[in-house]
Nanobody, 129 residues
Framework: QVQLVESGGGLVQAGGSLKLSCAAS????????MGWFRQAPGKEREFVAA????????YYADSVKGRFTISRDNAKNTVFLQMNSLKFEDTAVYYC??????????????????????WGQGTQVTVSS
């Protein structure tokens, strides 16, 4: 069982930055691939970024590539999402998710196609224009 708690959301002006954190419970955090998703009002939840269990590989949605950076600190059981050059359309509730690594196929498909094993409760990010 993994429990995820996001923090770091808030109100920021367009062009500004925020850094989200997701703290995980349990001693097996380093075994999980981690991802960030977001859901804007009236829209479906969408994938934002993911990182492999060892931090060696990352993957981003086209909409955030070059502006957002996902990272992790396995010693602190935490995954981060650094968000720069924020836009109004980045406004959403941001969720982190944990997934056991896939045994076959692309590692990121557990976030793009399947469902991760665990989800956090979300943190609100509001970007004012």
């Amino acid at each position: 069982q993994v429990q995820l708690v996001e923090s770091g959301g808030g109100l920021v002006q367009a062009g500004g930055s925020l850094k989200l954190s997701c703290a995980a419970s349990g001693r097996t955090f380093s075994s999980y691939d981690m991802g960030w998703f977001r859901q804007a009002p009236g829209k479906e939840r969408e994938f934002v970024a993911a990182i492999r269990w060892n931090g060696g590989t990352t993957y981003y949605a086209d909409s955030v590539k070059g502006r957002f950076t996902i990272s992790r600190d396995n010693a602190k059981n935490t995954v981060f999402l650094q968000m720069n050059s924020l836009k109004f359309e980045d406004t959403a509730v941001y969720y982190c998710a944990a997934a056991l690594p896939r045994r076959t196929g692309r590692w990121v498909d557990v976030f793009l196609v399947s469902n991760p094993n665990y989800w956090g409760q979300g943190t609100q990010v509001t970007v004012s224009s």
